[in-house]
C-alpha cells in the first residue's frame, strides 16, 4: 500500500519561512514524480512545484524565486523549501506521486495517482 506522509506546516508570519517535508512508503517501483499542491479554503487545489526522476523542477509562477522543492538522496522524500511567505500562501499542502517516467514534471493534479492528507500552512500578516 502506497503511503505519503507530510510534515513541516505551521504558522508564520509574513516573510517567514517553513520547510516541508514528504517520505513515500511501499511504491513498487523508482520511477515517479512527486509534486506538492495546496489548497485554500475555497479555492481549488493548484500544483506549486514537482520533480520529475531525474530531478527536473518545475513551479507554479506564484511561488518562482521563493520556494525550492527537492528529492532527497533516496528519492522516495520530498522537501519544500518556502521563504518570504505571503499571506496569500495559506493552504493545506499536499504531496503527491505521479507514476512512471516522464520528461517533464507536472503541475496539473489529475496527472498524480496517490496522495498524502496534507499540512497546514497558515501566513500572518
Known amino acids: 500500500q502506497v503511503q505519503l506522509v507530510e510534515s513541516g506546516g505551521g504558522s508564520v508570519q509574513s516573510g517567514g519561512s517553513l520547510r516541508l517535508s514528504c517520505v513515500v512508503s511501499?511504491?513498487?517501483?523508482?520511477?515517479?514524480?512527486m509534486g506538492w499542491f495546496r489548497q485554500a479554503p475555497g479555492k481549488e487545489r493548484e500544483g506549486v512545484a514537482a520533480?520529475?526522476?531525474?530531478?527536473?523542477?518545475a513551479y507554479a509562477d506564484s511561488v518562482k524565486g521563493r520556494f525550492t522543492v527537492s528529492r532527497g538522496n533516496a528519492k522516495n522524500t520530498l522537501f519544500l523549501q518556502m521563504n518570504s511567505l505571503k499571506p496569500e500562501d495559506t493552504a493545506i499542502y499536499y504531496c503527491?506521486?505521479?507514476?512512471?517516467?516522464?520528461?517533464?514534471?507536472?503541475?496539473?493534479?489529475?496527472?498524480?495517482?496517490?496522495w498524502g492528507q496534507g499540512t497546514q500552512v497558515t501566513v500572518s500578516s
Open positions: 520533480v520529475n526522476s531525474r530531478r527536473d523542477t
Open positions: 511501499g511504491y513498487p517501483s523508482a520511477s515517479y514524480d
Open positions: 503527491a506521486v505521479r507514476s512512471g517516467w516522464w520528461l517533464a514534471p507536472a503541475l496539473e493534479p489529475p496527472q498524480y495517482n496517490y
